[in-house]
């Protein structure tokens, strides 16, 4: 029988991996604060191309905190898809909402959301052959508590990966 197929994940952090603030508080609060990093879009197109599942792991604590609402924060997700030239839901999406000092599964560096998308996948994933970018040391201690190679986002937006097919 042959060997059943493996797919690899690039994990991307949100707010200061793939997108910036126009604002100057430096926090996406609405849609029209989003600004893509030109190098993000490259680097994701490379990603898609090699048939890499990508996904957003986004902790979100401006949603506990009242700055943002979860509707203004999943129009700013479409936002930052359709700066990268993407369909609304072309990337997988997972956040957390709670509070910074919240005692949840979920918020980076804990591995909740990573694991909610490896149960979502059909085919297997080999989290070492996986990546998870971000700009942040809980995003960091997520791919270190996971089990994924990871890397900072400023030396991936300068193309210091190459994606390969299984």
């Not at 604060?33 to 986004?58: M, R």
């Not at 942040?136 to 193309?159: H, L, N, T, V």
């Amino acid at each position: 029988m042959p060997a059943r197929p493996l797919i690899r994940v690039l994990f991307l952090d949100l707010d200061g991996t793939v997108r910036r603030s126009k604002d100057a508080s430096g926090f996406i609060n609405k849609p029209e604060d989003v600004e893509v990093y030109p190098e993000a879009k490259e680097q994701i197109g490379k990603a898609l191309w090699n048939d890499w599942y990508v996904c957003y792991v986004s902790n979100q604590g401006g949603i506990a905190a009242g700055f943002t609402t979860h509707a203004d924060f999943t129009e700013g997700v479409n936002e930052t898809n359709r700066q990268l030239g993407l369909v609304s839901g072309a990337i997988k999406l997972v956040y957390c909402p709670h509070a910074v000092n919240a005692n949840c599964i979920c918020r980076k560096p804990r591995p909740g959301m990573v694991a909610d998308i490896l149960m979502d996948q059909v085919l297997p994933v080999d989290v070492s052959q996986c990546l998870f970018v971000g700009d942040r040391p809980e995003d960091e201690g997520c791919a270190q508590a996971c089990g994924i190679p990871f890397m900072w986002a400023k030396d991936w937006r300068k193309g210091n990966y190459a994606y390969k097919e299984f």
